[in-house]
C-alpha cells in the first residue's frame, strides 16, 4: 500500500517554457504532500509543503512565483515550474503523509531537464 | 532545528561482510528517525523507521538500525552484504511534525 505516483518521469524542455510535475497518491488519501529537489548526487532539499486546499509553504530561498504548487484534491498535487532555466534542471521528488502518521510515502521522482 | 549527519558519503564492503552505515542526529525533542534507500533514477523506499518503544528497529531486506539516545545515532547495518544492496542510503529525522530532514546520504558498493 501507500503507493505515489509522479507524471511524467522525465521531461526535457526549452528555456522559457513552462512545465508541470503531478503527484498522485494512488491507495490513499495524502493530506499533506511534500515537494523535494534533489541534484546529481546530492540529498533531498525540501522545497515546500502543501496541504489540501491551501497554500503551499515554501521552504527559504524558494521562489513560489517560480515553482508553482497546487494541491486541489487529497490525491493530487501538481508543481509547475514556470518560466524554466537550465539551472532549474534536476531531480524532483513527491511525497505524500496521511496524517495518521508522520510516515511520508515517496514517489519515483521526475528527472527535469531545460535545454 | 534537527540535523542528521552521516559519516562517509562512500562505503565500499565486500560482498557478503557486514554492512555499517553511520547516522548521528540533532533534535531538540525526541525523534522520529528513518532510514531510506535509492536505486538510480529512482524515488526513495523507507527501509525502517524508529518512532517509539524498541530501540533496535528491524526494516525490509535484512537490514536493521539501533537508536541510541546517549550517543545521538542510528546506524544502519547489514549482517551480509548482497550485490543487490549497493545503491544511495540516507538517514533522516523528523521532530514528530511534518518536515523530514535528510542527510547527504552514503553511496554503498558492494565489491564482489
Known amino acids: 500500500g501507500a503507493v505515489v505516483s509522479q507524471h511524467p518521469s522525465w521531461v526535457i524542455c526549452k528555456s522559457g517554457t513552462s512545465v508541470k510535475i503531478e503527484c498522485r497518491s494512488l491507495d490513499f488519501q495524502a493530506t499533506t504532500m511534500f515537494w523535494y529537489r534533489q541534484f546529481p548526487k546530492q540529498s533531498l532539499m525540501l522545497m515546500a509543503t502543501?496541504?489540501?486546499?491551501?497554500?503551499?509553504?515554501?521552504e527559504q530561498g524558494v521562489e513560489k512565483d517560480k515553482f508553482l504548487i497546487n494541491h486541489a484534491s487529497l490525491t493530487l498535487s501538481t508543481l509547475t515550474v514556470t518560466s524554466a532555466h537550465p539551472e532549474d534542471s534536476s531531480f524532483y521528488i513527491c511525497?505524500?503523509?496521511?496524517?495518521?502518521?508522520?510516515?511520508?510515502?515517496f514517489g519515483p521522482g521526475t528527472r527535469l531537464t531545460v535545454t | 532545528a534537527q540535523s542528521v549527519t552521516q559519516l562517509g558519503s562512500h562505503v565500499s564492503v565486500s560482498e557478503g561482510a557486514l554492512v555499517l552505515l553511520r547516522c548521528n542526529y540533532s533534535s531538540s525533542v525526541p525523534p522520529y528517525l528513518f532510514w531510506y534507500v535509492q536505486y538510480p533514477n529512482q524515488g526513495l523506499q523507507l527501509l525502517l523507521k524508529y518512532t517509539t518503544g524498541a530501540t533496535l528497529v528491524k526494516g525490509i531486506n535484512g537490514f536493521e538500525a539501533e537508536f541510541k539516545k546517549s550517543e545521538t545515532s542510528f546506524h544502519l547495518t547489514k549482517p551480509s552484504a548482497h550485490m543487490s544492496d549497493a545503491a544511495e542510503y540516507f538517514c533522516?529525522?523528523?521532530?514528530?511534525?511534518?518536515?523530514?530532514?535528510f542527510g547527504k546520504g552514503t553511496r554503498l558498493h558492494i565489491l564482489p
Open positions: 502543501s496541504n489540501e486546499g491551501s497554500k503551499a509553504t515554501y
Open positions: 533522516a529525522v523528523s521532530e514528530r511534525d511534518d518536515k523530514i530532514i
Open positions: 511525497s505524500g503523509e496521511t496524517g495518521a502518521s508522520y510516515e511520508q510515502y
